[in-house]
C-alpha cells in the first residue's frame, strides 16, 4: 500500500521568501507525481504533473522535482505572495492508476 | 466549459436516512473517482470507475456504492449514513484511462447527525 508523506504540515514565511514542500512515498513503482492547491473550503487545482520518467517539471514561479528511486519530490515556490496561502497536496499515481494522496502542508505568506 | 460539478453542495443528514450525492463532468473523460476528505487523513478513495459500465473499490468503500451508466455521471450513494461518513467528499475525473492530470469538483460537505 503506498503511503505517502508530506513535511512540514504547516509554514509560514514572509513575503518574498522561497517556499520549499517535500513529499516523500513507500513505493517507487509510480507512473507519475501531481501536486495540487487546495484553497479554504475549495477543490483542488492542479499545479504540476510530473512523470515517472521526468525529473523535474516547471510552471511560472513553481517547479516540482522527482526523485523516484528514494521515493521524493519537493515544490519550489519562488518569491512566494500572499496569495500563495493554500494548502498545497502531494499525490502519487500507483501502477493501478489510483492516487494515494498526502495530508498536505499548509502554507501562510505574511505580507 | 463546466467542467465538473458536484450537487448538493452541502446537506445536513439524519442518521440512517440515504443520500445520493452527484457528480457530472463534460469533460468526456473515461475515468471518474470518489474521494472523502477528513482533517488529519488527507483525501482517501472511496470509490473509482475506470469507463462507463466499470467500478471498483478503493480504500474505504464501505458504507457506499457507485453506478456508472454513462461517461458523465458517477454517482455516490449512501444507503444508510452513519456519523462517521461526516465529511467532505470530491468527485474527480481523469482521461486516458487514469493515469493524467485528476481534475476534482468543488466537493460536497455532508455531515450526518
Known amino acids: 500500500k503506498q503511503e505517502v508523506t508530506q513535511i512540514p504540515a504547516a509554514l509560514s514565511v514572509p513575503e518574498g521568501e522561497n517556499l520549499v514542500l517535500n513529499c516523500s512515498f513507500t513505493d517507487s513503482a509510480i507512473y507519475n507525481l501531481q501536486w495540487f492547491r487546495q484553497d479554504p473550503g475549495k477543490g483542488l487545482t492542479s499545479l504540476l504533473l510530473?512523470?515517472?520518467?521526468?525529473r523535474e517539471q516547471t510552471s511560472g514561479r513553481l517547479n516540482a522535482s522527482l526523485d523516484k528511486s528514494s521515493g521524493r519530490s519537493t515544490l519550489y515556490i519562488a518569491a512566494s505572495q500572499p496569495g500563495d496561502s493554500a494548502t498545497y497536496l502531494c499525490?502519487?499515481?500507483?501502477?493501478?492508476?489510483?492516487?494515494?494522496f498526502g495530508a498536505g502542508t499548509t502554507v501562510t505568506v505574511r505580507a | 466549459t463546466a467542467g465538473i460539478t458536484q450537487a448538493p453542495t452541502s446537506q445536513i443528514l439524519a442518521a440512517g436516512r440515504s443520500m445520493t450525492l452527484r457528480c457530472t463532468q463534460d469533460m468526456r473523460h473515461n475515468a471518474m473517482y470518489w474521494y472523502r476528505q477528513d482533517l488529519g487523513l488527507g483525501l482517501r478513495l472511496i470509490h473509482y470507475?475506470?469507463?462507463?459500465?466499470?467500478?471498483g473499490k478503493g480504500e474505504v468503500p464501505d458504507g457506499y456504492s457507485v453506478s456508472r451508466a454513462n461517461t458523465d455521471d458517477f454517482p455516490l450513494t449512501l444507503a444508510s449514513a452513519v456519523p462517521s461518513q461526516t465529511s467532505v467528499y470530491f468527485c474527480?475525473?481523469?482521461?486516458?484511462?487514469?493515469?493524467?492530470?485528476?481534475?476534482f469538483g468543488p466537493g460536497t460537505r455532508l455531515t450526518v447527525l
Open positions: 474527480a475525473s481523469s482521461d486516458p484511462g487514469g493515469a493524467d492530470t485528476q481534475y
Open positions: 510530473i512523470q515517472s520518467s521526468q
Open positions: 470507475s475506470n469507463t462507463a459500465g466499470t467500478t
Open positions: 499525490a502519487v499515481h500507483s501502477n493501478d492508476y489510483k492516487l494515494s
